[in-house]
């Protein structure tokens, strides 16, 4: 059974699943759909083609599903996707898409956004990501799975962040970070690979460690792309991953190395 506070405003075109909890002074704009077992606290804003999954929670004065803050967009009808079992905290923003790209945000599943994150329009956001308070994300941004932004980290329009990559705190990526770097800094540099998180992901201290030599190699030896032919039989899941994410395009670059 659905409770929905007697001072919440919804839409005419609404589709609201089952065990929805709306709070007081909601405003649920038509055209969005919310999943089962969501709640909304008090004074959350969806508008547009919004998509939630199921389970996810958001905190007072979130806005979800609003304009993008793209002086090109022209009104087109553009889509935001939710997943399932997310947490959007409080003042967290998310856009949806334009026609400068698929017309699509996407958030994955489990995800926490701290308070005043910020997704832009035509992000694609991997499952069980981190965006700590303030951590704001440029337009275009891919982030992996498992990936955490530190506070008050900012990321440039187009940039990839790697899966399990960690961006510190107050951070300015304006490049590519590879899967399961660590990077930090005004105008972040690759400083060596997030051996915290990887410990936490249960990786064994020899796959660690052949990662961390092969991204010595490869920042500091020859060309990526000989390096990458020396490794490309590898057998350690992280290299294959990173093999993967080298091969994707990029706008951007990559991040430089100063460990």
């Known amino acids: 059974m659905n409770k929905i506070h007697n001072t919440a405003v919804i839409g005419k075109n609404t589709i609201i699943g089952s065990n929805v909890e709306i709070g007081p002074y909601c405003v649920v704009e038509d055209g969005v759909k919310i999943g089962n077992g969501s709640i909304l606290h008090s004074s959350v804003y969806m508008s547009g083609e919004t998509d939630i999954g199921a389970g996810n929670t958001f905190f007072p004065f979130c806005s979800i599903g609003s304009m993008p803050q793209d002086l090109k967009y022209q009104g087109e009808k553009s889509k935001l996707i939710i997943g399932d079992e997310n947490i959007f905290r409080e003042h967290s923003t998310v856009n949806p898409g334009t026609s400068g790209d698929n017309m699509i945000t996407t958030v994955g599943n489990s995800s926490l956004f701290m308070i005043g994150a910020h997704i832009a329009h035509d992000c694609i956001i991997g499952d069980k990501v981190i965006m700590a308070n ?43 970070v590879i899967p399961f770097g660590l990077a930090l800094g005004n105008r972040a540099k ?58 994707k395009s990029s706008s951007r670059g990559l991040c430089q190395y100063d460990k």
């Open 134 to 176: 303030q951590a704001t994300l440029g337009g275009h941004v891919q982030v992996d799975n498992f990936a955490v932004l530190g506070g008050l980290s900012a990321v440039h329009q187009f940039c990839r962040i790697g899966k399990l990559a960690m961006i510190g705190g107050l951070s300015a990526v304006e490049n590519d």
């Open 190 to 247: 690759i400083t060596g690979v997030n051996i915290v998180g990887l410990k936490r992901a249960n990786y064994s201290k020899d796959i660690i460690r052949e990662y961390s030599n092969i991204i010595d190699k490869i920042f500091t030896g020859g060309t990526i792309a000989s390096e990458k032919e020396k490794i490309k039989n590898s057998n350690n899941e992280l290299i294959k991953e990173l093999l993967i994410f080298l091969d």
